[in-house]
């Protein structure tokens, strides 16, 4: 036991388990992560360091602080996440967190609709500018003739991920003389998404997918996660506030297999609006929609081009203001009738 301050420290055969064999650097700091260091002042106000290695409380701490060093087994499950560290750790719930944290940076993008019709598959999606000196980023991706991709999350990951994608199409357009079908694309990136999330150093792909394509099979959505899942669906909204897009869709959801595609595309715009704060509104500038379907080719419009469809759109009706609670006090003291 060393002494500091005529308070015994722990000596390097206790911060390792007792053991007095070398051991490796990682895991002696793990241990001294298991003991909890105060710095109390004279107020008697404790202040938790956890993972505070001895030489730098020495170094930091002012002459007039008292050290304690108490063993506590839980220290660092109490403070920070011990199994967040790599894609390859495992919880004791069963979750692996690093895939977690891609999901929430999914949440973080800007809001993307697909939907679908019996002959049309639709893309709405809110473009964001970084400043008022920066141009709106792209959120919707040409992929090939028949297949469109709108993103949600990290851009740079979508575009490894779109040129992927465009890569496989020509391969198959070459080899088999045929465009590639959307399930079997949609198979793919699940295959590609899911490599990072077994391998040790490597982080999963922090972005979301709507695909949105036409093939022998008819029109399709799929979503992609971080996690290498892919969903067939009817509809669906990613992004930030995309919770309200979703309840639109849902309500409306019987309605879109017989619109035509002017319908189609102005059920997304009205879901894609849901996701704006009141005081804002879809433009030309912050809206971009993407269209394939029968006899159709993958077609991206942006700008001046979404102008006929928000010109039929009508006005976003006001919400109503919350209507403060009624004052039941003076009803309280009324006797009441039996």
């Known amino acids: 036991m060393r002494q500091f301050g005529g308070v015994a420290l722990p000596n390097s055969a206790q911060l390792t388990g007792g053991s007095s064999r070398r051991r490796s650097k990682t895991s002696s700091d793990r241990k001294l992560g298991n003991w909890l260091l105060f710095l109390g002042s004279t107020?008697?106000?404790?202040?938790?360091?956890?993972?505070?290695?001895?030489?730098?409380?020495?170094?930091?701490?002012?002459?007039?602080?008292?050290?304690?060093?108490?063993?506590?087994p839980r220290a660092a499950a109490m403070f920070r996440n011990q199994y967040d560290n790599d894609v390859t750790v495992w919880s004791p719930q069963g979750r692996i967190h690093q895939i977690e944290y891609a999901m929430e940076a999914v949440k973080q993008g800007s809001a993307t609709v697909g939907?679908?019709?019996?002959?049309?598959?639709?893309?709405?999606?809110?473009?964001?500018?970084?400043?008022?000196?920066?141009?709106?980023?792209?959120?919707?991706?040409?992929?090939?003739?028949?297949?469109g991709i709108s993103i949600a999350g990290l851009t740079a990951d979508a575009r490894l991920l779109c040129n992927f994608m465009r890569?496989?199409?020509?391969?198959s357009r070459f080899v088999f003389d045929r465009p590639l079908p959307v399930s079997r694309l949609v198979s793919l990136i699940g295959s590609k998404t899911q490599i990072p999330t077994q391998r040790y150093g490597r982080r999963p792909y922090g972005v979301g997918l709507l695909i949105a394509g036409y093939d022998d099979m008819g029109p399709h959505i799929f979503q992609t996660c971080p996690s290498a899942n892919y969903f067939d669906c009817k509809a669906m909204s990613i992004g930030a506030r995309s919770q309200s897009a979703r309840t639109y869709l849902e309500r409306h959801m019987t309605e879109f297999a017989d619109c035509n595609l002017n319908e189609l595309v102005k059920h997304g715009l009205r879901a894609l609006r849901e996701t704006l704060p009141a005081e804002q509104d879809l433009t030309t500038k912050n809206a971009s929609i993407g269209i394939v379907g029968k006899d159709m080719e993958f077609t991206i419009y942006d700008d001046d081009d979404?102008?006929?469809?928000?010109e039929g759109l009508e006005e976003r009706p006001?919400?109503?203001?919350?209507?403060?609670a009624e004052d039941t006090s003076e009803k309280a003291e009324e006797p009441m009738e039996h």
């Open 115 to 147: 939907l679908k019709s019996k002959d049309h598959a639709v893309l709405v999606a809110l473009k964001r500018a970084q400043s008022e000196l920066a141009a709106h980023q792209k959120k919707i991706l040409y992929v090939d003739n028949h297949i």
């Open 43 to 72: 107020s008697r106000k404790e202040v938790s360091k956890p993972y505070l290695s001895l030489t730098e409380l020495f170094i930091l701490s002012p002459p007039s602080v008292v050290l304690r060093a108490r063993w506590c």
């Open 167 to 171: 890569q496989e199409c020509l391969d």
């Open 318 to 324: 006001q919400r109503k203001p919350a209507q403060p």
């Open 306 to 310: 979404v102008a006929p469809f928000l």
